[in-house]
């Protein structure tokens, strides 16, 4: 049934007035005064306009993302020769104060100094993992052992360890446990860190032994001290060398008391020489292995 609108529910309630009020008159012929309709006011049009939703906001990419670390150089004063050291800090070290890094210590060979190890290209193969997604961001710490023939050369190891570390976990925002922090040499840098990982292998959680100069007569020394560490404690291990290197047969024997003593290792037996040419073909490589435990962990 159709619906009638108000005007016309109006009009009709008032014909009806008018028939009932004519049949209930005494005097056919009064004529009753002509009623008056007023109609209703239009109904009023209400538009409703909703409220514009605000777009989902998305974040500004830091532009720093794409560009390339930072090599910084620095000094420790109050050590006696000063110890000089250079840092590479990852790309947006700067843009992201609140975030820690894990650090990489990476130590020189002999007559050489803090920067073989850039030069060998180490912050652009860092830049490269990093800004691939390979790995998260992460510091490296270049020590000077510049020293080594005079008398405080002796005493880099003792520099490394009292001021080293932890001026850089005061003054950077590196990760200052065990797990997140590693050390690395190659050459006479790679017998440094066999000798001061095995002492303080509380300190490093991982190391790193590129063609490292180590004596024979030096594997008793070393045999007990990897004795000394429970195995649970055993930092990981990478050991390295060229099938031409001149040490190659001190790293023989030393790989050979590794294997006497069961410390797990990879050891990598490369084609090349005891040679930067040698180390700079293989620096991703190293990279990819310090930085694999720090990417294997869950994250929060």
């Known amino acids: 049934m159709r619906r009638m609108s108000t005007r016309q529910a109006i009009i009709h309630t008032t014909l009806l007035s008018l028939l009932f009020g004519l049949s209930a008159c005494s005097t056919p012929t009064d004529i009753p005064a002509a009623a008056t309709v007023t109609s209703p006011p239009p109904t009023a049009t209400v538009t409703f306009t909703p409220s514009p939703v605000p777009p989902t906001a998305t974040p500004t990419p830091l532009g720093c993302l794409t560009q390339p670390g930072t090599v910084e150089e620095n000094e420790i004063s109050v050590t006696n020769p000063p110890q000089k050291f250079l840092i ?18 990476l130590l020189h060979g002999q007559t050489f100094t803090q920067d073989q190890w850039v030069r060998l290209g180490i912050p652009q193969a860092a830049d490269r993992i990093i800004h691939s997604g390979t790995s998260i961001p992460f510091i490296v710490v270049f020590p000077d ?28 925002r590196t990760i200052a446990d065990r797990d997140h922090r590693s050390l690395g040499g190659l050459s006479r840098g790679g017998g440094w860190t066999i000798k ?32 000394n560490i429970p195995e649970a404690s055993r930092p990981r291990l990478w ?30 037996f490369y084609a ?23 990417n294997d962990e869950p994250i929060e």
Not at 163 to 171: H, K
Request: aromatic share 16%; net charge negative; hydrophobic share 40%.
């Open 239 to 268: 050991l390295d060398v060229g099938d031409a290197d001149r040490e190659l047969a001190s790293v023989l024997v030393f790989e050979e008391v590794l294997v006497r003593n069961d410390y797990f290792h990879e050891f990598h």
């Open 196 to 227: 001061l990982g095995f002492e303080r292998p509380d300190l490093f959680g991982s190391l790193g032994l590129h063609s490292p100069a180590v004596f024979k007569d030096s594997a008793p020394v070393v045999e007990r001290m990897i004795r």
């Open 145 to 172: 052992d510049r020293y080594w023939n005079l008398q405080g050369g002796a005493g880099f190891g003792d520099r490394l360890i009292n001021n080293v570390l932890p001026y850089s976990d005061e003054n950077y």
């Open 88 to 105: 590479y800090l990852p790309p947006c070290y700067t843009q992201l104060p609140d975030q820690r890094y894990p650090v990489l210590y």
């Open 272 to 294: 090349g020489d005891h040679s930067e040419t040698y180390w700079a073909a293989h620096v991703d490589e190293y990279l990819l292995w310090y930085v694999e435990v720090w």
